[in-house]
């Protein structure tokens, strides 16, 4: 957990560095937007390709993302996804990468907006691949690898809706649901062997924190 609160820490204290130019309109034609979301225990899953016995974990998870403004309020990047979970002696990680695109429809509105709320609508798709490990019971008996591994390779497309509270007209603290369609193909190795098997789909639904920062100089008029 250290260090995943660390990773969280830095990426705060970039967006600080980076929002320090004070935009009049931060969701203007040619603005920048880097984006620091992090999700701790707020999310649930479903589907066959979550399952972990009987139960679903909850899960710690970095979702920064950078984007540019091609129009006012419509800002296309890339998003880079980082996930870790721990349920008993499973422990899960996962890292994906892939395009996003935000929509701010009060864009017209924007200006000065310290200590105003601008409400905006995302959608990503992230190439993905996860791994699970857990022990491996016959290890004590046969001479084995100690723990069973599970790999899942696919992609995640997420549906993201919420708002931006302005701190100030550069940087503001965001909250998000969000719902996601998954699928994935998995690799089993159990007992040294391994074993694939057919792709499988799922869903999650979840709520995510984190601080937006807009940066440059921008150039579209309103």
């Not at 967006?15 to 707020?42: C, E, R």
């Not at 790999?151 to 549906?159: I, L, S």
Request: glycine content about 14%; proline content about 4%.
């Amino acid at each position: 957990m250290n260090k995943r609160v660390m990773v969280s820490l830095i990426c705060v204290l970039s967006l600080l560095l980076v929002a320090s130019a004070m935009a009049d309109n931060p969701v203007a034609k040619g603005k920048i937007l880097l984006d620091g979301a992090t999700n701790g225990s707020f999310m649930t899953k479903s589907g066959d390709l979550n399952k972990v016995g009987d139960k679903s974990p909850s899960y710690f998870q970095l979702n920064p993302a950078l984007a540019y403004f091609l129009a006012d309020g419509i800002a296309v990047g890339g998003t880079v996804q980082f996930a870790y979970s721990k349920l008993g002696d499973v422990k899960t990680t996962d890292i994906g990468a892939g395009p996003i695109v935000f929509w701010f429809p009060t864009a017209k509105n924007a200006d000065n907006p310290k200590g105003k709320v601008l409400p905006f609508l995302a959608g990503s798709f992230v190439y993905m691949q996860d791994k699970t490990t857990y022990p491996n019971t016959s290890a004590k008996l046969v001479s084995v690898a100690a723990d069973n591994e599970t790999k899942n390779t696919g992609w995640a497309a997420r549906f993201m809706g919420g708002g931006t509270w302005m701190l100030n007209n550069s940087l503001g603290l965001h909250g998000e649901a969000f719902f996601e369609l998954e699928n994935g193909k998995a690799e089993v190795t159990t007992a040294g062997t391994t074993f694939k098997g057919d792709s499988n789909s799922g869903t999650a639904f979840g709520v995510m924190i984190g601080v937006l920062g807009f940066f440059g100089s921008g150039g579209g008029g309103m």
